[in-house]
């Protein structure tokens, strides 16, 4: 059998494909056949696939009209022979060795798939630069370099890059699965079957793929496609429950759901908002059931209640970007404080919070820091002050570590926020006095033995530092877009709440 076979849609990228074809033919890798299926090109193309196909007995065109990606990588699947697949996109670039390096960590686990790192490349400059959402730390911190399924990670599946092309497959895990045909972000529903399906999965930290970006891509249009994110996210509810996953992964569905619709609804050309914002309200009444019985954030909360309460979608998106901003920097002047928290010992350790004077206090499971030596969680709170009795389960040593929160930018890079921590007291016990600046990374760790069900309090006083948000002249952008808008009232609204 064939060890690998590599699925290559081809669409109008004639000024690409020699160089996406070169890192292919020449990889280290040579098992494999390569598999091309011409979209229904206009461009030169097909002429390009031909010339290399003279050259290289591994390559297998196939020629259709224009049915897109979906349609095509699911042609693609359907002829592969290979052990393993791989799906390459036509204008990227891979790495000589990977398909060897992947093909060996499969041999050598048994596994069914690699997840890896993507790399962007800017097309004008040529420039790589990284994406946190490529770099998948979260789920580095939950599995390491372990072998994991679904299980070992369960919420930490909405966090992991989706794209195919940083994917290796096993074929005969995929070789029942389909793309979704006539629908954009088709890699979303796939990768989360193939994860609810796969027995072992391996994280391969390394970048082995160069993502090209250029403004005239699938993903990059902007058009009214972008809606097609509604029914994307509707087919992972379904593959949920098919697989008995949707109440454990309720909550982190419906916030990824949300939130990626606002900012795909945002993203969108104007003459597109009307329609877009119309599929929304449509669409969001079919969940209202299963949101007002989840725990989502109270931003994927506030999202939703606008969108069914407003009545356009101007109304709707200065409203969220007013509130996203403003809720961040001025909710009753303080900004969030974050405390991870976790009673290291064996597996069943755990940290039970007894008492809390936040009544709106965000607790959240931590993945990334629960393993065999106990459960992790993390909060966060804006209040300003905070007074918490954390009950330890289990003898072991507690880890306290108190920081600032962040927040994502437009490109989905991590913003890190700044929180002055004016007193921290901890079983009566000052550890901070003054003005102490912490942020995501900058922390105070607090670090105890502690006994089962011995009481760990906790007092601790915040405020804003404004002087180092990086995200203030864009709080005042919208302040100035609220302003200019037909909303006057809800202005008025808003000012008048934030005052209090």
Not at 24 to 48: A, F, K, P, R, V
Not at 63 to 70: D, F, R, S, V
Not at 188 to 198: D, G, I, W, Y
Not at 210 to 233: P, Q
Request: glycine residues 4%; charged residues 35%.
């Amino acid at each position: 059998m064939t060890k690998v076979s590599v699925i290559i849609p081809v669409y109008n990228t004639e000024d690409y494909l020699e160089e996406c074809l070169d890192s292919i033919i020449n990889q280290t890798l040579t098992d494999m056949e390569i598999i091309c299926i011409d979209d229904g090109s206009s461009d030169n193309s097909l002429e390009i696939l031909k010339e290399y196909e003279k050259n290289d007995s591994r390559i297998n065109i196939i020629t259709q009209e224009n049915n897109g990606l979906a349609f095509t990588r699911n042609v693609g699947l359907k002829s592969a022979k290979g052990e393993y697949v791989y799906f390459m996109d036509s204008d990227d670039i891979l790495e000589i060795e990977a398909l060897e390096e992947l093909y060996g960590l499969c041999q050598k686990d048994d596994l069914d798939m690699v997840i890896f790192k993507m790399i962007n490349f800017d097309d004008e400059t040529r420039t790589l630069y990284t994406r946190d959402y490529y770099e998948m730390d979260s789920l580095k911190e939950t599995v390491h370099d372990n072998v994991f399924n679904y299980d070992d990670i369960t919420e930490e599946i909405v966090k992991i890059a989706v794209s195919s092309p940083g994917k290796f497959f096993k074929r005969s895990l995929i070789s029942d699965m389909e793309f979704p045909e006539g629908l954009i972000f088709e890699d979303n529903p796939f990768f989360v079957e193939a994860m609810f399906k796969a027995d072992k999965v391996l994280f391969h930290d390394k970048h082995l793929y160069k993502r090209r970006v250029r403004n005239e891509s699938i993903t990059t249009s902007n058009d009214l496609k972008f809606s097609d994110t509604l029914k994307i996210s509707d087919m992972i509810i379904e593959l949920a429950k098919e697989y008995g996953h949707y109440d454990e992964l309720k909550d982190a569905i419906l916030n990824r759901k949300i939130d990626i619709t606002f900012y795909r609804f945002s993203s969108v050309g104007d003459i597109y908002k009307k329609e877009f914002f119309e599929m929304i309200k449509e669409d969001f009444s079919l969940i209202k059931d299963d949101v007002e019985t989840s725990n989502i954030s109270h931003d994927s909360r506030y999202i939703f209640d606008m969108a069914m309460e407003c009545e356009d979608g101007e109304e709707f998106e200065v409203k969220v970007k007013y509130y996203k901003k403003r809720y961040l920097k001025k909710l009753h002047g303080h900004e969030f404080i974050r405390l991870d928290m976790k009673n290291e010992g064996g597996k069943n350790n755990s940290i039970d919070i007894v008492e809390y004077t936040d009544k709106y206090l965000q607790i959240n499971e931590a993945p990334w820091l629960t393993n065999e030596t106990g459960n992790g969680f993390f909060i966060e709170s804006h209040r300003g002050e905070l007074d918490l009795k954390l009950k330890m389960i289990n003898d072991g040593k507690v880890n306290l570590r108190f920081r600032g929160t962040s927040i994502r930018d437009k490109n989905n890079n991590r913003m890190k926020i700044k929180v002055d921590c004016t007193s921290l007291v901890i079983n009566k016990k000052p550890y901070l006095e003054g003005h102490n600046l912490l942020d995501y990374d900058n922390m105070f760790t607090f670090k105890k033995d502690v006994k089962d069900s011995e009481i760990i309090d906790v007092h601790i006083e915040w405020m804003t530092y404004d002087k180092m948000s990086s995200y203030v002249e864009e709080i005042n952008e919208y302040e100035k877009l609220f302003n200019q808008s037909k909303s006057r009232k809800l202005f008025k609204k808003i000012s008048n709440f934030n005052k209090n």
